[in-house]
T-cell receptor
Framework: AQKVTQAQTEISVVEKEDVTLDCVYETRDTTYYLFWYKQPPSGELVFLIRRNSFDEQNEISGRYSWNFQKSTSSFNFTITASQVVDSAVYFCALSEARGAQKLVFGQGTRLTINP | GAGVSQSPRYKVAKRGQDVALRCDPISGHVSLFWYQQALGQGPEFLTYFQNEAQLDKSGLPSDRFFAERPEGSVSTLKIQRTQQEDSAVYLC??????????????????FGPGTRLTVT
């Protein structure tokens, strides 16, 4: 069975600090996909990134970066120079490569950026 | 363009009542998913449609939950004889298809704002 663990329930930092959100996953599949979603107070999940299990290249998009390490089954997300607008709940998710490709989500990390 | 819309946004039901939650996916999106999100938890998969066919309903918690998408567009999630444990946010998501050509790389799922169901 697939499982995603986000051990950090809540994180609170001061604006401009860097912050890393941890994600550890479990799957027996050799091909799978990993995702990060952001859920602001409005409630709508916003897609941030998708990675293929065969592609371990780290990715950077502006202030956001992702570190995928297959050896440790981790897919961590770092926000550099955090801003108040980054405050939200962040979810890591795993999808199988076959069938419905439904998303299996972690429990989420509530990130609060204080001014 | 318009995103995924859901209605109602909020629903209060008395225990034992039936409810119907509506999802309007993005136009042209073939795949439609329903998820249930309990307070403080991540969303959990309920069911999946490809066009009008319900291909996976493994996440539906009981036979009181029923979903349909008769014309391959709008979907309705129905909960019969609601119980307090049904209180949650019900999220709908749509995507173009689950596979991109032959690569198997899934399109991202676009989520609606959810319907918050409270059973009293």
């Amino acid at each position: 069975a697939q499982k995603v663990t986000q051990a950090q329930t809540e994180i609170s930092v001061v604006e401009k600090e860097d912050v890393t959100l941890d994600c550890v996953y479990e799957t027996r599949d050799t091909t799978y996909y990993l995702f990060w979603y952001k859920q602001p107070p409005s409630g709508e999940l916003v897609f941030l990134i998708r990675r293929n299990s065969f592609d371990e290249q780290n990715e950077i998009s502006g202030r956001y970066s992702w570190n995928f390490q297959k050896s440790t089954s981790s897919f961590n997300f770092t926000i550099t120079a955090s801003q108040v607008v980054d405050s939200a709940v962040y979810f890591c998710a795993l999808s199988e490569a076959r069938g419905a490709q439904k998303l299996v989500f972690g429990q989420g990390t509530r990130l609060t950026i204080n001014p | 363009g318009a995103g995924v819309s859901q209605s109602p946004r909020y629903k209060v039901a008395k225990r034992g009542q039936d409810v119907a939650l509506r999802c309007d996916p993005i136009s042209g999106h073939v795949s439609l998913f329903w998820y249930q999100q309990a307070l403080g938890q991540g969303p959990e998969f309920l069911t999946y449609f490809q066009n009008e066919a319900q291909l996976d309903k493994s996440g539906l918690p009981s036979d009181r939950f029923f979903a349909e998408r008769p014309e391959g567009s709008v979907s309705t999630l129905k909960i019969q004889r609601t119980q307090q444990e049904d209180s949650a946010v019900y999220l709908c998501a749509s995507s173009l298809v689950t596979r991109r050509g032959g690569s198997g790389f899934p399109y991202e799922q676009y989520f609606g704002p959810g319907t918050r169901l409270t059973v009293t």
